[in-house]
């Protein structure tokens, strides 16, 4: 069975940092198009960011220069390092297949509170 497990979330002061792990089983992904999302109460669940196969990255504007994302091919694995967190990044990360999304996974909160 195919299936996303993201891990690596919690409660962070504004300005601080966390580092996502996304890992993949069941199949490889290292062929597709990957992408963090995220959802806050009461939103729809937006784009974050993607990467390509090759590595290519594109950012939402409200987090570019802030949150990177890449990939260990090895391991099956997409990262976001997300730096400097704002009080309004404050949700539930999960990330998926850009074209083609498969069942979303459970995610990870992240609450960006003092």
């Known amino acids: 069975q195919v299936q996303l497990v993201e891990s690596g979330g919690g409660l962070v002061q504004p300005g601080g940092s966390l580092r996502l792990s996304c890992a993949a089983s069941g199949s490889t992904f290292n062929d597709n198009t990957m992408g963090w999302y995220r959802q806050a109460p009461g939103r729809q669940r937006e784009l974050v960011a993607r990467?390509?196969?090759?590595?290519?990255?594109n950012y939402v504007d409200s987090v570019k220069g802030r949150f990177t994302i890449s990939r260990d091919k090895a391991k099956n694995t997409v990262y976001l390092q997300m730096n400097n967190l704002k009080p309004e990044d404050t949700a539930v990360y999960y990330c998926?297949?850009?074209?083609?999304?498969?069942?979303w996974g459970q995610g990870t909160q992240v609450t960006v509170s003092s």
């Open positions: 998926n297949r850009f074209y083609g999304p498969i069942s």
């Open positions: 990467i390509t196969n090759t590595g290519t990255t």
